[in-house]
């Protein structure tokens, strides 16, 4: 059997001085760097598939217009794992999501910034309806439209993550249990599976990055529609001048996906 280890008071007392003084570096870093002229350094990013795919390519031209001496290293990493490492001070911000129902832990030391809120849908396999319709599908709304698929294959993200824990009751919710046949945190499988009609999937409007739809897509039931995009960085960083500007990036970006759907 495996022995339980735990702190002493006197460890638990160290611990606690010991994150105040990483805090206390964390803003004595900020106010040295906003005490500059220019912004140098590396900046270390962990982000999502998705928002890496539609956000972080238009990123770094707009940091590097700014602060041509700052430099974005940017690493694709699912929300489960990149907010442990940035705690662990592997990276200096994340780009994170936050799915409906499904509240993700706040942990400890780290600070939250709202960055936008992505439609999530219900999108049909080519036999199950048209490419092009996006209309109310059967009647009963919404979660008929979820219970309509209950004998289609589904593509899900892994068990474990947070996506695959709100699909699961989403579904469970309508009244039935997902055949999931397709395992994967890559959304892009997820969207080819559904283009071949080999299988439904719960996907977001940032995997088409600003462009029309090309699957049947439907409205979700209400309170499930949207997914929470945020930023984290560590208790401290919040006013660094290259958190300050990185985060600014990010909302342009956002502004320019946005706009490119509208268009």
Request: with cysteine; proline share 9%.
């Amino acid at each position: 059997m495996g022995r339980r280890v735990r702190l002493t008071e006197q460890a638990e007392i160290l611990v606690a001085h010991t994150e105040a003084v990483l805090e206390r570096l964390e803003h004595a870093e900020a106010d040295i760097a906003t005490s500059l002229t220019d912004l140098t350094g590396t900046l270390r990013i962990a982000s999502f598939q998705t928002a890496t795919l539609a956000l972080v390519p238009g990123m770094p031209s707009l940091l590097r217009d700014r602060h041509p001496g700052l430099r974005a290293h940017i690493t694709q990493m699912p929300p489960e794992t990149a907010i442990p490492a940035l705690q662990a001070r592997d990276f200096d911000l994340v780009v994170a999501e936050e799915y409906p129902g499904n509240p993700n832990p706040r942990p400890p030391g780290l600070e939250q910034e709202d960055l936008f809120d992505d439609p999530l849908h219900l999108s049909l396999p080519a036999r199950a309806g048209e490419r092009s319709d996006t209309g109310p599908g059967p009647k009963g709304g919404p979660t008929a439209s979820l219970r309509s698929l209950t004998g289609l294959p589904w593509a899900m993200e892994p068990e474990g993550t947070a996506a695959r824990h709100w699909a699961m009751t989403l579904c469970r919710n309508a009244g039935f249990e997902p055949d999931v046949r397709f395992e994967t945190t890559d959304l892009l499988i997820h969207l080819r599976l559904v283009e071949q009609g080999h299988a439904a999937a719960l996907l977001p409007s940032l995997v088409w990055n600003g462009a029309p739809p090309t699957v049947a897509l439907r409205q979700l039931p209400r309170g499930r529609r949207t997914r929470r995009v945020f930023t984290a960085v560590r208790r401290g960083r919040t006013r660094h001048p290259a958190i300050m500007a990185c985060r600014h990036a990010l909302r342009q970006a956002a502004a320019d996906v946005a706009a490119s759907a509208d268009g």
